[in-house]
Structures are given as structure tokens and as C-alpha cells.
């Protein structure tokens, strides 16, 4: 159990089943802090809607198909920070008893040996593992030689523990489904502490993947794989530059996109990878991934609209060359890409319709209309009734190129722009690439003064 990082999936889908006899799962949540829970089936990087259950008093039912795979399912209970708890279903019914608060504490499961020896032997891994996690941290930081014997000591102990026991599950678990998530869980340690930190996470990189099967469908249909996935690319590469960190960013998707054979699971950890991405805008890795192998997918698996719609949200992220568009200025036709002589552009969609922009448009041109290395365009959001208004308006802004949009968000302008709401504003360096994209009139003041 941990906190996910809710990003990297796509709880979009809904599994689909015979619905034929169903198995009721009783979840009992002590406190019960929240007043939803939602369960999720696993399929590579896609999390898929099973179903969900409400309770003011921290008790749910849910009923689970009968012919549900047998697999670990995803049980989300905060809808904010989407923390959860994951466990087994082995083809009956089952009540288990948690408490979201620390889910520290061991779950109680009444009518699933599975649940209880999985859980039992999941906690011991990551135990013994959190305790040489500690050991190592304490190894970086000490240079005393007694000190250091008695931490190999420690570690050496804990790690023979360790292997003793993934040993015993190897040998004495039954059930295949527990045996395989829980050698997934395992991660690769060094055998003995390594007190240079540039050799210690190059080790855990290299060996990261070492318990992960990407062919094995009780992983597949588990939340492991993307969870390892995620972690390898965005905790394991931190760099202090953009450029640096973004080229990280590409080297890390590539090693894990190259290990996964199987075209429909790696289609689903590119879209996820491209999805992720998407949040933060970071186009660079993003037309990597389509490029490289998004692209290079058969055509069969490709998802145009997808991918379509995607690339027209990010066609104004920050980086890309702002979409140019005609307008007239100095009494002649002229449009974004042909202005020149300025070191920064702002582009702001307002409406004389929008009490918001009424009240920051006179603010921002007093504030920027001295600037001589900056150019406003500012593009009306009108309809035909309210275009007498703008006219009437832009006469207080006699600086700015002022562009009627007629259409509101009908205009093709807008559109290009993925404008739907007012004021928006998008700032511009000479060669009309977006630098900044400010909330509203306040972000934008403290971006211009920074350049200051």
C-alpha cells in the first residue's frame, strides 16, 4: 500500500464482464474517514472501473463478478490524493477491515487465506528491506571504520533474513498469483552496503527491473508494473536543469518502452507515459514518445482521435511557437509570425461580456502600456451584440493591437488557442515561442517583474 502517483494512470475505462453470479466484497473502514470507495482492475498501465460503493459509516459492499480475473485489484478510498490499498481476489467472497489513516497498520482479512499470507509476507519483505534502506543511508554519511563494520554486520544479517524468506515463499506458497506479486515486490538490493552514492543509484537503475516480468499476466493484471514503471522514470531521474532533467526524462521512458515485446501493453504504457507527461506540459518528451514509438505502432493500434486531440491541447503548452493568425495593424493586414521589433508579445483573450476582464484589462495596460520591448495583441471574445461594446471599449487601449473575435469561442483565433475562459493571456519572446501562460493579471505582473 502507498500513495499513487494518480498522474501516471488512466482510470477511464470500465471492465467489462458476463455479469453473470457476482461476489460480495466486504470492505470495513476503521475510521471511517471517507465515504466512497472505488475499485479498479488492472490491465498494463490502464486502471479500469469495476465498480464502487458509498457508506456514511465506513462499511461497503461490493459486488464483484464471479468471472473477474483472478488478479490484484485497486481499492481507492481518498479521492483527493487517491491513496489506496491493493489485494488479492481469488475467486470468492471475502471481508477485509483497514485503516486509511495509517496504512501502516496490517489489514484484517476474514475468509481469504490468500490475503492474509500475501499481506503477511509483504509486509516482512518491505521490512526487512526498509531496515537495509536505512542501514545504506546511514553508511553514505559515516566515515568511521568501526562503525562501518558494525553497519555491514547489521545489513549482512538483514539481507540473509531477507533471502531466507523469498526462498520460503518460492518454495512452500501454492498459489501462483501470490508467489508472483510478491517476487515483484522484491527489489534488487546491493549484497553489501556501497558507501559512494554515484555507485549506489547507478546499481539500483541498472537492477530495478530485475524481478519484473512484463510477460507475466498475473503482473499485467496487477498495478506492480505500472507503479515500477512510474518510479523508475520519475523518481530515479533527477536532474538540477530542464534540459537535463527532460533528456533523463527520454532515456528512462526508452529503457522501459524497449522492455516491454508485447505491442498492445507497451501502446498502453506510451499512452500513460504521454498522458503523464501531458500535465506538466513537457512537450519535448512528448514528441519523443510519439516520434519514437507512438508513431511507430501498427496503424491498427494507433488512436488517431486520441492523439489528435492531445496535440491540438498542447499545441499552445509552454515552448511551442504560439499559432499565428491575421489581423490588421497601422491600417494594414498583417498577422503574429510578420510583427517584429519586440522582445516579448502578450496575447490576451478578454470579453467586454466577462466582469473579470473588465476589471484586469484596465490594470494590465496601465501596467504594461509603458513597456516599449512589449507588444499586446488582445483579442475580443465578442458575439455580433456585444461587438458595439468592445468598440466602444478598446478606445481606452489605443496600445494595444485590439482584434474583434467574433464568435466568442467559435472563433477560429480562440480555438487555435484552446481559449475557454476569459481573461487568458500568453506571453511571447521575439520569435513568438510561449514563455508564459500567467493565470491572470496578478501572475503576470510578478512574470514581467522578474524580468526586471
Same mark, same amino acid.
Given at each position: 500500500? $502507498? $500513495?499513487?502517483?494518480?498522474?501516471?494512470? #488512466?482510470?477511464?475505462?470500465?471492465?467489462?464482464?458476463?455479469?453473470?453470479?457476482?461476489?460480495?466484497?466486504?470492505?470495513?473502514?476503521?475510521?471511517?474517514?471517507?465515504?466512497?470507495?472505488?475499485?479498479?482492475?488492472?490491465?498494463?498501465?490502464?486502471?479500469?472501473?469495476?465498480?464502487?460503493?458509498?457508506?456514511?459509516?465506513?462499511? #461497503?459492499? !461490493?459486488?464483484?463478478?464471479?468471472?473477474?480475473?483472478?488478479?490484484?485489484?485497486?481499492?481507492?478510498?481518498?479521492?483527493?490524493?487517491?491513496?489506496?490499498?491493493?489485494? !488479492?481476489?481469488?475467486?470468492?467472497?471475502?471481508?477485509?477491515?483497514?485503516?486509511?489513516?495509517?496504512?501502516?497498520?496490517?489489514?484484517?482479512?476474514?475468509?481469504?487465506?490468500?490475503?492474509?499470507?500475501?499481506?503477511?509476507?509483504?509486509?516482512?519483505?518491505?521490512?526487512?528491506?526498509?531496515?537495509?534502506?536505512?542501514?545504506? @543511508?546511514?553508511?553514505? $554519511?559515516?566515515?568511521?571504520?568501526? *562503525?562501518?563494520?558494525?553497519?555491514?554486520?547489521?545489513?549482512?544479517?538483514?539481507?540473509?533474513?531477507?533471502?531466507? !524468506?523469498?526462498?520460503?515463499?518460492?518454495?512452500?506458497?501454492?498459489?501462483? !498469483?501470490?508467489?508472483?506479486?510478491?517476487?515483484?515486490?522484491?527489489?534488487?538490493?546491493?549484497? *553489501?552496503?556501497?558507501?559512494?552514492?554515484?555507485?549506489?543509484?547507478?546499481? @539500483?537503475?541498472?537492477?530495478?527491473?530485475?524481478?519484473?516480468?512484463?510477460?507475466?499476466?498475473?503482473?499485467?493484471?496487477?498495478?506492480?508494473?505500472?507503479?515500477?514503471?512510474?518510479?523508475?522514470?520519475?523518481?530515479?531521474?533527477?536532474?538540477?536543469?530542464?534540459?537535463?532533467?527532460?533528456?533523463?526524462?527520454?532515456?528512462?521512458?526508452?529503457?522501459?518502452?524497449?522492455?516491454?515485446?508485447?505491442?498492445?501493453?507497451?501502446?498502453?504504457?506510451?499512452?500513460?507515459?504521454?498522458?503523464?507527461?501531458?500535465?506538466?506540459?513537457? =512537450?519535448?518528451?512528448?514528441?519523443?514518445?510519439?516520434?519514437?514509438?507512438?508513431?511507430?505502432?501498427?496503424?491498427?493500434?494507433?488512436?488517431?482521435?486520441?492523439?489528435?486531440?492531445?496535440?491540438?491541447?498542447?499545441?499552445?503548452?509552454?515552448?511551442?511557437?504560439?499559432?499565428?493568425?491575421?489581423?490588421?495593424?497601422?491600417?494594414?493586414?498583417?498577422?503574429?509570425?510578420?510583427? $517584429?521589433?519586440?522582445?516579448?508579445?502578450? =496575447? =490576451? #483573450?478578454?470579453?467586454?461580456?466577462?466582469?473579470?476582464?473588465?476589471?484586469?484589462?484596465?490594470?494590465?495596460?496601465?501596467?504594461?502600456?509603458?513597456?516599449?520591448?512589449?507588444?499586446?495583441?488582445?483579442?475580443?471574445?465578442?458575439?455580433?451584440?456585444?461587438?458595439?461594446?468592445?468598440?466602444?471599449?478598446?478606445?481606452?487601449?489605443?496600445?494595444?493591437?485590439?482584434?474583434?473575435?467574433?464568435?466568442?469561442?467559435?472563433?477560429?483565433?480562440?480555438?487555435?488557442?484552446?481559449?475557454?475562459?476569459?481573461?487568458?493571456?500568453?506571453?511571447?519572446?521575439?520569435?513568438?515561442?510561449?514563455?508564459?501562460?500567467?493565470?491572470?493579471?496578478?501572475?503576470?505582473?510578478?512574470?514581467?517583474?522578474?524580468?526586471?
Amino acid at each position: 500500500m $502507498k $500513495k499513487i502517483f494518480f498522474n501516471l494512470l #488512466f482510470f477511464v475505462a470500465v471492465y467489462s464482464f458476463a455479469q453473470t453470479a457476482t461476489d460480495t466484497l466486504l470492505i470495513k473502514m476503521q475510521p471511517p474517514s471517507f465515504k466512497q470507495v472505488v475499485l479498479y482492475a488492472a490491465e498494463g498501465a490502464q486502471q479500469k472501473y469495476v465498480t464502487h460503493a458509498k457508506s456514511e459509516e465506513g462499511i #461497503f459492499k !461490493l459486488a464483484i463478478p464471479k468471472d473477474a480475473p483472478k488478479a490484484s485489484y485497486r481499492l481507492v478510498f481518498n479521492p483527493e490524493t487517491m491513496d489506496y490499498i491493493d489485494f !488479492l481476489y481469488a475467486g470468492k467472497p471475502f471481508e477485509v477491515q483497514f485503516n486509511p489513516i495509517d496504512l501502516k497498520q496490517f489489514p484484517t482479512f476474514t475468509h481469504s487465506d490468500e490475503n492474509t499470507r500475501y499481506f503477511n509476507d509483504l509486509f516482512k519483505i518491505n521490512g526487512l528491506q526498509q531496515k537495509m534502506d536505512s542501514i545504506q @543511508i546511514e553508511f553514505f $554519511k559515516t566515515q568511521d571504520s568501526n *562503525k562501518l563494520d558494525e553497519l555491514n554486520l547489521s545489513y549482512s544479517l538483514i539481507n540473509t533474513e531477507l533471502k531466507t !524468506l523469498i526462498s520460503q515463499i518460492e518454495n512452500q506458497e501454492q498459489n501462483q !498469483l501470490i508467489k508472483d506479486v510478491l517476487k515483484a515486490n522484491v527489489r534488487v538490493l546491493p549484497d *553489501k552496503p556501497i558507501q559512494d552514492p554515484t555507485v549506489y543509484l547507478p546499481f @539500483i537503475k541498472e537492477h530495478f527491473f530485475d524481478s519484473i516480468d512484463f510477460n507475466n499476466q498475473n503482473l499485467i493484471h496487477s498495478s506492480l508494473l505500472v507503479d515500477k514503471v512510474m518510479d523508475y522514470i520519475f523518481y530515479l531521474t533527477v536532474a538540477d536543469d530542464v534540459k537535463t532533467q527532460n533528456d533523463l526524462y527520454v532515456k528512462a521512458s526508452h529503457e522501459v518502452l524497449d522492455k516491454i515485446k508485447d505491442p498492445i501493453l507497451q501502446k498502453g504504457f506510451i499512452q500513460a507515459l504521454i498522458q503523464s507527461f501531458s500535465q506538466e506540459e513537457n =512537450v519535448y518528451v512528448i514528441d519523443d514518445l510519439f516520434a519514437n514509438y507512438y508513431d511507430k505502432l501498427k496503424l491498427e493500434l494507433q488512436n488517431q482521435e486520441w492523439k489528435n486531440n492531445l496535440q491540438k491541447e498542447l499545441s499552445t503548452a509552454l515552448s511551442r511557437k504560439a499559432p499565428n493568425f491575421e489581423f490588421s495593424f497601422n491600417k494594414k493586414q498583417t498577422n503574429l509570425y510578420d510583427l $517584429k521589433g519586440y522582445k516579448y508579445y502578450v =496575447v =490576451v #483573450f478578454w470579453s467586454t461580456t466577462c466582469s473579470h476582464c473588465l476589471h484586469e484589462i484596465p490594470m494590465f495596460y496601465d501596467y504594461i502600456k509603458d513597456r516599449t520591448d512589449t507588444k499586446v495583441i488582445a483579442v475580443g471574445m465578442e458575439t455580433t451584440d456585444s461587438k458595439y461594446n468592445w468598440q466602444d471599449d478598446v478606445v481606452q487601449y489605443p496600445n494595444f493591437i485590439n482584434v474583434l473575435g467574433l464568435g466568442k469561442w467559435e472563433n477560429p483565433i480562440a480555438q487555435s488557442y484552446n481559449v475557454h475562459a476569459t481573461p487568458n493571456y500568453y506571453v511571447l519572446d521575439e520569435n513568438k515561442i510561449i514563455i508564459a501562460k500567467p493565470y491572470d493579471f496578478q501572475a503576470l505582473e510578478a512574470f514581467f517583474d522578474t524580468l526586471k
